[in-house]
């Protein structure tokens, strides 16, 4: 199994506006929202949808380690990596790669990524957008990472 990406040149979706217009306001003064388990309920959607991704300090470099791929994400992207690290070896190391890749970005700027992208595993493509959203306990450094992801066609 392999895995790559093509990016959609698409306008985000209204919905997934919405969510980056509730973590805007969990921010205080220019200061990343600490995450919890009980953050997901400031937002509108079901866990199922959400990915947890926390961001890892391994020694030289960043590590992104998955606690948890909800099942709609699952069923929307075709792999559940829940419970490891994206750098692991894997049969997706495409699609790993570019999604340490996307998560480097976020760290690195501190905002939010909306997108919306054509992945392609097991010789299927499918049709997904989303947001990752930047958080940090320590409101500066960003130590997880939540990430709505949907079929384009519940967005429709």
Not at 79 to 85: F, L, P
Request: charged share 25%; proline share 6%.
């Amino acid at each position: 199994m392999t895995g790559y990406i093509n990016y959609l040149d698409r306008k985000p979706d209204p919905r997934l506006q919405h969510l980056q217009e509730i973590w805007e306001q969990l921010c205080d003064g220019g200061r990343l929202p600490a995450y919890s388990p009980a953050t997901l309920a400031a937002f509108p959607v079901a866990s199922e949808q959400a990915s947890i991704i926390e961001v890892r300090d391994g020694g030289k470099r960043r590590r992104y380690f998955v606690v948890k791929d909800g099942p709609a994400v699952v069923a929307a992207v075709g792999i559940d990596c829940s419970g490891t690290y994206l750098d692991a070896p894997s049969d997706t190391p495409e699609y790993h790669t570019i999604l340490i890749s996307d998560y480097d970005g976020v760290v690195a700027s501190r905002r939010p990524r909306l997108y919306a992208e054509e992945h392609h595993l097991d010789n299927r493509a499918r049709l997904i957008a989303g947001i990752q959203l930047p958080f940090a306990a320590d409101g500066e450094h960003t130590d997880v990472i939540v990430e709505f992801v949907y079929a384009l066609e519940e967005l429709a």
